[in-house]
């Protein structure tokens, strides 16, 4: 009996690649969803910058309040008060 010979797998054309979801969709579709990202990376940005200002004017707050505050003032300071005459 004769050995088969085993052919080479073909390599795959460029029609057989697997299709993507993209592909699958229409192309409207895919700008509007497009937009939709855009938007919403738009929106957290902005949420993330309001988060970061309300978190700075409370700090500022705080500082103000201790700056006014007599003894927070006198454990902080330094005690040499000869450099001040």
């Not at 309001?50 to 330094?78: G, I, M, V, W």
Request: no cysteine.
């Amino acid at each position: 009996m004769a050995k088969k010979k085993w052919s080479a797998p073909a390599a795959p054309a460029a029609s057989d690649k697997p299709s993507t979801l993209k592909d699958l969709l229409r192309p409207d579709i895919v700008e509007k969803l497009k937009s939709q990202a855009d938007e919403m990376k738009a929106e957290d940005e902005q949420r993330k910058q309001q988060e970061r200002t309300r978190a700075e004017e409370a700090r500022r707050a705080e500082q103000k309040r201790l700056d006014n505050d007599f003894e927070h003032l006198l454990n902080n300071s330094s005690m040499d008060w000869k450099k001040h005459k």
